[in-house]
């Protein structure tokens, strides 16, 4: 820390108790009381030097009081800094520094130590010190602004603090490594402009190491509350980047507020971390004033502070019962970034006091909301932009595809919640858009979750609950498990059957597609060959062979058709009988059957793709005539 001597003389004071003496050989003639201290001094000294002095020394031998006796109650510092007063008057050795030039400067102004009473008095020594030399140094601008704290008033009258902001933020929006300054590796040496580093003013050729841009965050961190909200304005006004401010009032709220570090270890708590402004620990008053202010320096600008981070405000704030508006802005800047965010994120507490459900869903609604209405604000996808189960074209549907997949996971964590009202499931559930879910099996997962943990619900909640999920988006292994899910509705399990055998027809039509495609390419290469007879025998005959394999498909395929059929009017007389043994008849009668003839079918598939690439030379045409006729 940089300082500067004045005086010459040797100490001549001495201390016994509450009283400072002035060993100069000389009896004091005036007792000066500062707070509960007393200096027994001698009028010259004090009145060639000051304005106040003077006055008040004139004023009390008017009067003619024995043993002149002066009270300075205002005096900015109180008795320490009055003893550096007291010694710069008797010409004393002393040092300024950073830690106490504030005060010696508002002390000053205080008694009129102007240049009127004496040449190179206080007020200009210290106006020197500051201007010359702490100003032009980070970590001394910053000791000097730690001070202002106690003397706030008298250094809002000097415009001390303003000073102070304005070169520490010129200093942070500064590129350290362009101009190598601030002062790297916390209190190093001070380095020139073109970032040698300097000693004594001599530029030693050293290059500084390189820093990031949060340099600054910790040693900015022990300001208060109110110097560190005008810093970050003035660096806002400088056009600092947005990030970066919220870098640092992450690291101000990490350092002040526990419930962000409960797993900080104990070693990373020590005590140039404890909190200065606000005492230690704060109180939860103090954490919710300073949450508060926080989230109203925050910017409102996606992805400028972590998801997780803003999770754990939220989950603070909710703790330390902070204002509505407070806890509404942090569930809007979640709701921003929401695609960011993980499923362990999701699972807050419940800190209400009635804890009707363990997670808190109402919250996790009201982010989902901001983020729906953030993503059609920006024109989010539309059901245009679904083909086939794919996602097509749209840049923002990916985004809200997570979001789905994330509130489908949230949903399963919750869904064993005994204490969920089915209401408040479903209005979750439906809040994503359909064209947002390419597959409803996670859905269903968290729907079947629910179900086996609230078996009291009607048969009209579950039909209803189950008509969230769309039985066309489920895969073919949920479609199977659905299928055999005792705790669906009927109405539900016949849908999934039908849809399965849908989806099987669209696979068999599939392969029939890619088989004319490729005897298309066939002919047109036996096309080029010419001359080349045999070619052209050879793709004559496979043709055949894939006919007769698309004709068992065919039959395969009709008879799948007429065993859906007929469930189906099984199950609508049946529709009538209650309980688990209408539905075992049910699956015994169909359901294992229509899973065999799948099975068979493609089984006869593979069978008849395996026989159409063997050799087909050695199959005669009789014989592909004859098997043709036995299908038939």
Not at 145 to 172: G, T
Request: charged share 25%; net charge neutral.
């Amino acid at each position: 820390m940089a300082c500067m001597k004045l005086g010459s003389k040797s100490d001549a004071f001495q201390r016994q108790g509450q009283a400072w003496f002035c060993t100069t050989g000389l009896p004091s003639d005036i007792v000066v009381e500062v707070g509960e201290m007393s200096f027994h001094l001698h009028k010259f000294p004090l009145l060639s030097r000051s304005g106040v002095m003077e006055r008040l020394i004139a004023k009390a031998s008017k009067e003619g009081e024995e043993g002149c006796s002066i009270n300075l109650p205002d005096i900015a510092g109180g008795a320490k800094t009055f003893e550096l007063v007291a010694k710069f008057c008797y010409g004393v050795k002393l040092e300024l520094t950073a830690s106490n030039v504030v005060y010696l400067r508002c002390a000053a102004e205080h008694l009129e130590m102007t240049e009127e009473y004496a040449e190179g008095n206080l007020i200009m020594q210290t106006e020197v010190f500051l201007n010359q030399i702490v100003l032009k140094n980070w970590k001394d601008s910053l000791k000097a602004l730690q001070s202002c704290d106690d003397v706030l008033p008298h250094a809002e009258e000097l415009h001390i603090p303003k000073r102070c902001i304005e070169s520490l933020a010129a200093k942070a929006c500064t590129d350290p490594n362009l101009f190598g300054w601030p002062v790297m590796e916390h209190g190093g040496p001070m380095q020139s402009p073109g970032g040698s580093v300097l000693w004594n003013g001599i530029s030693t050729g050293a290059r500084p190491k390189n820093s990031s841009s949060d340099w600054w965050y910790e040693d900015v961190s022990t300001l208060s509350l109110s110097l560190y909200k005008r810093l970050v304005s003035v660096m806002e006004s400088r056009g600092i980047k947005q990030e970066i401010i919220a870098g640092s009032l992450t690291f101000y709220a990490k350092k002040y507020l526990p419930g962000l570090n409960r797993r900080q270890v104990a070693s990373e708590s020590s005590t140039r971390l404890e909190p200065v402004a606000l005492g230690a620990p704060p109180s939860e008053e103090d954490q919710k004033l300073l949450l508060e202010e926080i989230d109203r320096l925050l910017p409102m600008q996606k992805g400028a502070i972590s998801t997780k981070v803003l999770f754990g405000l939220l989950r603070t704030a909710m703790i330390l019962r902070a204002s509505p508006p407070c806890i509404s802005n942090l569930e809007r800047r979640i709701g921003m970034q929401l695609d960011q965010a993980t499923l362990e994120d999701l699972l807050m507490p419940n800190f209400s006091y009635s804890m009707e459900t363990l997670y808190n869903v109402e919250c996790v609604q009201r982010i989902l909301e901001h983020f729906l209405a953030m993503d059609q604000a920006t024109g989010g996808a539309s059901p245009c932009s679904i083909d086939d189960g794919q996602l097509m074209g749209s840049p923002s549907l990916t985004p809200i595809t997570m979001v789905a997949k994330l509130i489908d996971g949230y949903l399963a964590e919750v869904a064993p919640d005994v204490n969920l009202k089915l209401p408040k499931f479903q209005s979750l559930a439906a809040s994503i858009p359909d064209y947002a879910r390419p597959l409803d099996d996670g859905l269903y997962r968290a729907i079947d979750i629910y179900l086996k943990s609230h078996p009291w619900l009607s048969e009209s909640d579950r039909e209803q609950l189950c008509r969230l999920m769309d039985c066309q988006k489920l895969s073919l292994e949920a479609c199977t498990h659905a299928a055999q899910n005792e705790r669906l509705p009927l109405r539900i399990i016949v849908q999934v059957l039908f849809f399965e055998q849908l989806q099987l027809r669209t696979s068999i039509a599939g392969c029939f597609l890619v088989s004319d495609n490729l005897e298309g390419s066939r002919q047109l290469r036996s096309g080029f060959a010419g001359s080349n007879e045999g070619g052209w025998a050879t793709a004559v005959r496979e043709n055949q062979v894939l006919k007769v394999g698309m004709d068992n498909m065919r039959l395969r395929v009709s008879e799948l058709e007429k065993e859906c059929s007929n469930m189906r009017q099984e199950i609508e007389k049946l529709g009538r009988v209650k309980g688990s043994s209408a539905w075992g008849n049910v699956s015994k009668k169909f359901g294992f059957k229509l899973k065999s003839q799948m099975c068979s079918a493609q089984e006869g598939s593979i069978s008849q793709q395996n026989n159409g690439s063997g050799k087909l030379e050695k199959a005669k045409d009789g014989k592909h005539k004859k098997n043709s006729s036995k299908e038939e």
